[in-house]
């Protein structure tokens, strides 16, 4: 049985933030557990398996059945690809987050979309990758780096509105489509050399659907947004815009 992922998770006590406990998504053959305890476990450390409660996690609420009209990613992978498989770590800490399944079918369905109807400001989707006729994560073409590192560990000269005309125009592509991407942000922004690609859209709805377990990232979207508007957008574009002549003035 082997570690997948795991997290500190910590709580407020007078004013300071103290450890709570740990919690753990452990892999054996095709069957996933997650296990919560009171001990740290330092990066690479052994993991006790006697000391943990593992709690099974059904296969299907984090893989969706395969539709055959979906895409499937190449065989053999493309060498330089990225696989975006779902985090774990949050299952079973709400009722909504046991329905992973359900958000990884609706990015793919999602990706599907923009495959048919491409645009050189919104990232390259492959395909799915299927593993017992279940969707298990979904292949992107990699890029370099996101927008944050671009103007936080590249020295290079960078235009902000170049930039920021490309996003919109990735947003205005988007809409066409009556898709609503709900969680912009720098580092959802992809570089493909100078050009900006909007990427990760597990967040993303049809315009009016009310918003679901994934509604953005806290600091970049606003608490009040309960549907997909592009008003939603628009606001991630705006904090992106401050972000970037805050950044690149320093």
């Known amino acids: ?39 740290r476990y330092p ?3 052994q993991v006790d398996l ?8 059904p296969t299907s609420q984090i893989w969706p059945p395969f539709p055959r009209q979906f895409t499937r990613a190449p065989e053999p992978l493309p060498q330089d690809c990225y696989i ?6 949050y299952y079973g800490d709400t009722k909504a987050s046991t329905e992973l399944s359900s958000l990884l079918l609706n990015e793919a369905e999602v990706c599907e979309i923009l495959r048919a109807f491409p645009h050189p400001n919104i990232a390259r989707y492959l395909g799915c990758i299927v593993e017992n006729d279940r969707i298990t994560g979904l292949c992107f073409v990699k890029y370099g ?11 290079r000269p960078f235009d902000v509105d170049l930039c920021l005309r490309g996003i919109q125009k990735g947003i205005q592509h988007l809409h066409s489509l ?15 050399g100078d050009t900006p690609v909007i990427g990760d859209f597990d967040s993303c709805q049809r315009k009016g659907e009310k918003l679901g377990f994934k509604a953005g990232t806290r600091g ?31």
């Not at 006697?50 to 996690?57: F, K, R, T």
């Not at 975006?84 to 770590?89: E, F, I, V, Y």
């Not at 942000?185 to 570089?191: A, D, E, F, R, S």
Request: aromatic share 10%; hydrophobic share 35%; net charge negative.
């Open 145 to 155: 780096m996101n927008l944050s590192e671009r103007v936080t560990k590249d020295s």
């Open 84 to 89: 975006k498989r779902p985090s774990l770590l």
């Open 220 to 250: 970049w979207t606003s608490q009040d947004f309960k549907f997909a508007r592009p008003e939603n957008d628009e606001y991630g574009l705006s904090k992106i815009r401050d972000f970037l002549f805050q950044v690149c003035k320093m």
């Open 1 to 39: 049985m082997e570690v997948c992922e795991q997290n500190e998770a910590f709580v407020e006590e007078n004013g300071d933030l103290v450890f709570s406990h740990t919690k753990m998504i452990l892999r054996e053959g095709d069957r996933y557990y997650y296990a919560i305890t009171s001990r």
């Open 50 to 57: 006697l000391e943990l409660d593992l709690v099974p996690i």
């Open 178 to 192: 009556d898709l609503i991407h709900c969680d912009l942000n720098p580092t959802n922004i992809l570089m493909d």
């Open 43 to 45: 990066a690479n450390s």
